[in-house]
């Protein structure tokens, strides 16, 4: 067990809907992330939040909304998706991202999105 | 930019036979990280190691070990009398404290192994 959770595990959402995906760390770390794993691709790193403060927005669509309320928890808001959009989903946290000593990442099993 | 390859896409092996799985990387930094991860069918990825700049002390445990050459840019992972729980697939990444904050990751994209009894 990583002591990262995420929910929920699956979900299937209409372009027109409106949803979230939760993310929790229970190793008190004080980073955490958002990456998409899409078919066929890297891992794509979508935001990082330090201490509960952005980051890191790597050019992510407005469509995708993050929200950090205490180092703990992480929110994904979803609006308006597209079908290019399905993907898994995955929370990372770390102790520090000074991309030094304590650097390494423990990831969530993440979320498998379906935008029909 | 930072960039990690992994040229191998599948391995297919059978059980108890070894296995490397390669990993090359390009930075220009001098002090740089490099980590791999394992992930199941199950999804998540787990962390198994970070290698630092600095340390080529090549690292065994258990089963796995990893061979780190900056000679030669790359840090290549073997796993010893593979078994069944060893099918995932293994991504190999690489991060440096220049990267402008963040913590952030370049992944490879991914060997999936596969060992069959």
């Known amino acids: 067990e990583t002591g990262v959770t995420q929910t929920p595990r699956h979900l299937v959402m209409g372009m027109t809907n409106k949803k979230s995906l939760k993310c929790e760390q229970h190793?008190?770390?004080?980073?955490m992330y958002w990456y998409k794993q899409s078919a066929k691709k890297p891992l794509e790193l979508m935001f990082v939040y330090s201490l509960e403060e952005r980051v890191e927005n790597n050019s992510v669509p407005s469509r995708f909304s993050p929200e950090c309320p205490n180092s703990s928890h992480l929110f994904l808001h979803l609006h308006t998706l597209q079908p290019e959009d399905s993907a898994l989903y995955l929370c990372a946290s770390s102790q520090e991202t000074s991309g030094g000593l304590n650097n390494e990442q423990f990831f969530g099993p993440g979320t498998r999105l379906t935008v029909l | 930019a930072q960039k990690v390859t992994q040229a191998q896409t599948e391995i297919s092996v059978v059980e108890k036979e070894d296995v490397t799985l390669d990993c090359v990387y390009e930075t220009r930094d001098t002090t740089y990280y490099l980590f791999w991860y394992k992930q199941p069918p199950s999804g998540e990825l787990v962390f198994l190691i970070r290698r630092n700049s600095f340390d080529e002390q090549n690292e065994i445990s258990g089963r796995y070990s990893w061979n780190f050459q900056k000679s030669t840019s790359s840090f290549n992972f073997t796993i010893t009398a593979s078994q069944v729980v060893d099918s995932a697939v293994y991504f190999c990444a690489l991060t440096s404290p220049d990267t402008g904050g963040g913590n952030k990751l370049t992944f490879g994209t991914g060997t999936q192994l596969k060992v069959e009894l």
């Open positions: 190793l008190g770390h004080n980073a």
